[in-house]
């Protein structure tokens, strides 16, 4: 189960151009799935917050307007990189919380799962 | 000075060797513990989990928190070459809201 997909898996696209990247929770229902970007040998950097329904919530020094991201139902979150330049070529990945059995009693942890990652190469 | 800090490797070691990762955190208020495995060009899946401070094993696997000291670690048993991966530690304050901040990861190399 926690299964999380990731469409596509790699890009090329010309500057100026937007790509979209979808993320699906294939087995469960997410009503929170994040949006990271990772460069190479380097850990993941939260973009986002994407909340079903409502407003994605953005990290501070990522541009709204630039990564426009839509949380149109409970397993289907999309990122779009609008007019992309080389700069935002990087590696793309998405997590979707579920709930898991807590640890002390009852307690309800919320794991994330994460997708395979997008690559995104900017020409 | 990052939320996370986590020994930045590479580490190479023979097949069978026991590994050592490790983290440390500035942030109290963190409870959460979770160690990932990515593997190149993948996204990281989480290898365990561990809520406050204590002992957590899973088969050759076994992660310690010592939140007195603000440490963390994962111990590898009998070392594979599948094993070979970044490992990335994460932590977070809560369970509901809350978003996990991840240190930059730890790349293992087990030689065959």
């Known amino acids: 189960g926690a299964v999380v997909s990731q469409h596509p898996s790699w890009v090329i696209c010309k500057s100026g151009t937007s790509v979209k990247i979808e993320c699906r929770s294939l087995?469960?229902?997410?009503?929170?799935m994040f949006w990271y970007r990772q460069f190479p040998k380097q850990s993941l950097m939260l973009m986002a917050t994407?909340?079903?329904?409502?407003?994605?919530?953005?990290e501070q020094g990522v541009e709204k307007d630039k990564f426009l991201i839509n949380h149109a139902s409970l397993t289907l979150s999309t990122l779009t990189v609008t007019s992309a330049h080389p700069e935002d070529s990087s590696f793309y990945i998405c997590?979707?919380?579920?709930?898991?059995?807590?640890?002390?009693?009852?307690?309800?942890?919320?794991?994330?799962?994460f997708g395979p990652g997008t690559r995104l190469t900017v020409t | 000075q990052k939320e996370v800090e986590q020994d930045p490797g590479p580490l190479s070691v023979p097949e069978g060797a026991i590994v050592s990762l490790n983290c440390t955190y500035s942030?109290?208020?963190?409870?959460?513990f979770m160690w990932y495995r990515q593997y190149s060009r993948k996204g990281p899946e989480l290898l365990m989990y561990?809520?406050?401070?204590g002992n957590k094993e899973d088969g050759r696997f076994t992660a310690q928190v010592d939140k007195s000291s603000k440490y963390i670690s994962l111990f590898i048993r009998d070392s594979q070459p599948s094993d070979s991966a970044t490992y990335l530690c994460?932590?977070?304050?809560?369970?509901?809201?809350?978003?996990?901040?991840f240190g930059d990861g730890t790349t293992l190399t087990v030689k065959p």
């Open positions: 997590s979707a919380r579920a709930p898991t059995t807590g640890l002390a009693g009852a307690q309800i942890l919320y794991e994330q799962y």
């Open positions: 087995d469960f229902q997410a009503t929170t």
């Open positions: 994407s909340n079903e329904g409502s407003k994605a919530t953005y």
């Open positions: 942030n109290s208020a963190f409870q959460y």
């Open positions: 561990t809520y406050s401070s």
């Open positions: 994460a932590m977070s304050e809560n369970t509901n809201a809350g978003k996990s901040t």
